[in-house]
Structures are given as structure tokens and as C-alpha cells.
């Protein structure tokens, strides 16, 4: 069907529904229960397309790698609008006291296959987050692991959502591009080829996510998401984390070492435009995506700009450049800006931050944390 031909139903961007034109694909399909089959027996060995679920008044939600940098914001703000108890969190490892009361949480290790596709069941689960991944750097320290989790782990999210017919989010990210990429900006469709295993990991995850959909009608969707930079979670060993650390220096000691060379430009976004960047895709109405891949863009800069930045608020910020070898090698191997004229088309997406406004409630948030902790504000 050509876009131009396509049909949307209004209500389809609430409830997660798909449009008329997306349904008609689906008229003769013939739906099986694949409940009681071995896994090598799943919809992988079929011709039969993935039919979608029946209509329902909310979504349920499965985040998994739910402790990281943006699952519990993400669960929050879904939370908000599906109600509580249909966004379930899950991570291996022990929540904080003020996740663990806030809504569902469960023990999910995405390497256990059986284990997941029974909280899959069992849940009733019908869309499904998966945010367990090692980043860049830490990735190159431990190749084997990062293999393994981002993989293998991306493998068995794949399979279940495949067999289970979910509406299925996976992210990517700026690690996709390598330096045959196009720079400024990078596209949507072009030459990738990183050179990182975290790179290579989400390279792979585009490209089956998108052969299921085409070939089995899974309903794949993915964002390559720039630097994210939140004050909720510590730096957890990406490549961008040096635009997190900064403030938290900039509170504490007024001075910051950064990893990366005062000039190393590279594409960055608030994490409430990320949250919400993920939600509108999830709820746009499959007939509208041209693509199940899009990048998605706020604002880009160096080191030196965002210190200049923050020293409009802080004068004495004092910032010196140690470039880490690996980090910086990464860094310039990734694109300095992204073209997300797709996204913007299709499905409305627009920043709310630019570094101004990126820098104003960054300050202003790390300074309260600190506060509230006890710690020592500058």
C-alpha cells in the first residue's frame, strides 16, 4: 500500500492500535497458539505472518533492563497514562526502596528464556521495552559479556515477541555509526559499520527487527537515541557520560576532567525528551512509520561549549582534558549531528531542550539531589 493510500484511526495513537491500513494486511491471517511449542518450533519455522492483538482499553508494558539510565523515568510517564499497575519494571538487580513501591517490579535476567516468556504470559503482556544492554566503553572491557547480554539477550527478546505477537521497542543509538558514516549530519538510511561490540550489537538489532517485521509482521520499532543526560542516574560507562559527570563536578568540586578533547562535537538530548520521544513513537499508529529505525535529535556540542555554558551560572567551573584513548576513539567514530527529518514527518517528533534549557534544570535538579542527600553543594 502506498503511503499516500494509507488510512489512520484517530484513536489508534491512545490505545496503541493499529490503523485500518495496517489491518487490511491481516484480514486472512490465521491466528495459532504457540503456548505449548518448543522454542525451535517457533513462528521462525512458519510462513504465518504475527497477527495483532485485539483491541484493549491500555496497553501492558514489560521494561526490561529497567534500572538503568531511563526505565523507571520511562515507566513513570507510562504509568501516567496506562495506569500503574499495567507498566511492570524489571532488572537483576535489587530496586531502591522508592522503585520498588511505585509500581510492579520483577527479578528478569533476559538470558533466561523460559523465565521471560513466562512473565510474558502470565502478565498478559502486550508491549515490550527492552533497555538491558552494556554501553560502549564498558562493552569494550568485557566483549564477551556484552556479546552475550546484547545479543543473545536481544535473541530471546526477539523470539517471545515474535511468538507472542507484542509490539516490541529496542534502542539504538549514535554507537551504530562507525567513520565510513556520514557526519554532519547522519541520515536515517546509510553506511554504518562500527567498530565497537555495543555498535555492532544495535547494527544487528535494526536489521532483525526490521527482516521480522517485513517478513513475519512483527511490530518492531527502534530509536537511534543521541547522548542522553539525566541527573537520576549515575554514568554508567558510555562515551557521552562526561555531559552527566560535569554538572555533578560543577556542584561539588568546581572542577571536571573530561575524558574527551575540549572539541569533540556530538549529538545530545535531555531525558525527558527521550521519554517522550519513546512514547509518541510507541503510540503513533503503525500505518504512519515509513521506517521501523529513526533517528531522533535535540541539540549538539562540544565539552567546551556546554562548560561555557554552565559557567554563565557558575563562574568558577574549571574544566581540564585528559582524553581517554578508547572513549575519544569512540567519540570520533560517531556522527556530530543527526538528520531526524524522518522522524519529525512521519510521526510530529520535536525537541523541548536546547542547551540552554539542558543546562538550567540540570543544575538546578543535581543541586536539589545533593541537597536532599546531604552532600556538600559549592
Known sequence: MQPSMRLCVPSAAVLGLFCRGCLSRTRNWTSRSFSSLPRKMSRWNSEEPCSPQPPQENPRVLITGGLGQLGVGLAQMLRKQYGTDNVILSDIKKPPPHVFTSGPFVYADVLDYKHLRELIVNNRITWLVHYSALLSAVGEANVALARKINITGLHNVLD????????????????????????????????????????????????MGEYLHHKYGLDFRCLRYPGVISVNTPPGGGTTDYAVQIFHDALSTGHHECYLRPDTRLPMMHISDCHRATVEFMQAPECQLSLRTYNIAAMSFTPEEVAQEIRKHLPHLKVTYNPDSVRQTIADSWPVRFDDSNARRDWGWAPAFGIEELVADMLHSVRDKRTNEGLPVS
Open 160 to 207: 517471545l515477541a515474535l511468538e507472542n505477537c507484542l509490539r516490541l521497542f529496542v534502542p539504538s543509538t549514535i554507537g551504530a555509526f562507525g567513520p565510513s558514516s556520514p557526519r554532519d549530519p547522519a541520515p536515517d538510511l546509510c553506511v554504518q559499520r562500527p567498530r565497537t561490540i555495543y555498535g555492532v550489537s544495535k547494527v544487528h538489532g535494526e536489521l
